[in-house]
């Protein structure tokens, strides 16, 4: 059963803390993505990625960082968790050539108090 | 900027009878468009897709629709059990002119069966 398996399902973190996401895709998929969802904003993309090593902004990194270190592997930190990155955090992965057809996570619930 | 947005944020359907969820597009350029159903407390899960030389696409117990002169899809569930309740989010992704492998997703409407 092909899937996409994010480390954490429910994580508390203070704030300043540096926090690591981490999401794993077996399908061998080339692109990954992280978005967060929150209620009446849908989803948003945060950071995609398009080959090992490779990294594109979304429509809201701003306090995020990526990392793709390994093909399977994609990591989202937040380097200082900030109360307004309280959120639903999305890992997905898509193979080549059909980027809308995602698989997603089951995803983080990330609460920064 | 493009944007893909619902009409309806909530739809109480009664079981058994048929639904209709409703997606508007701005970017005349789209080409392709994809429906995905969210349960609670679980990602996003692909149900159907359809591109723009197409009018209409079926599968099991869904149907949806485009209508590219007023830039609209809609996704109908036959004869909807309670299974079915979830939020549902129309998204675009990119065309040639796009950015590269990015999605675009409508805030979503909850479909809630009532038994």
């Known amino acids: 059963d092909v899937k996409v398996t994010q480390s954490s399902r429910y994580l508390v973190k203070r704030t300043g803390e540096k926090v690591f996401l981490e999401c794993v895709q077996d399908?061998?998929?080339?692109?990954m993505f992280w978005y967060r969802q929150d209620p009446g904003l849908g989803l948003r993309l945060i950071y995609f990625?398009?080959?090992?090593?490779?990294?594109e902004k979304g429509d809201i990194p701003e306090g995020y960082s990526v990392s793709r270190e390994k093909k399977e592997r994609f990591s989202l930190i937040l380097e200082s968790a900030s109360t307004n990155q309280t959120s639903m955090y999305l890992c997905?992965?898509?193979?080549?050539?059909?980027?809308?057809?995602?698989?997603f996570g089951e995803g983080s619930r990330l609460t920064v108090l | 900027g493009e944007s893909v947005g619902l009409h309806l944020p909530t739809l109480s359907v009664q079981e058994g009878d048929n639904s209709i969820i409703n997606c508007a597009y701005s970017?005349?350029?789209?080409?392709?468009f994809i429906w995905y159903k969210q349960e609670s407390g679980k990602g996003p899960q692909f149900i159907i897709d359809?591109?723009?030389?197409?009018d209409k696409r079926q599968g099991q117990r869904v149907t949806v629709l485009l209508n590219k002169t007023v830039k609209h899809l809609s996704l109908q569930i036959a004869a909807t059990q309670p299974g079915d309740s979830a939020v549902y989010f129309c998204?675009?992704?990119?065309?040639?002119?796009?950015?590269?492998?990015?999605?675009?997703f409508g805030t979503g409407t909850k479909l809630q069966v009532i038994p």
């Open positions: 997905a992965s898509s193979p080549r050539g059909r980027a809308g057809e995602l698989f």
């Open positions: 399908m061998d998929h080339e692109n």
């Open positions: 990625s398009y080959d090992v090593k490779m990294k």
């Open positions: 970017n005349s350029a789209s080409d392709y």
């Open positions: 359809i591109r723009s030389n197409m």
């Open positions: 998204a675009e992704p990119p065309g040639e002119s796009g950015g590269y492998q990015k999605v675009t």
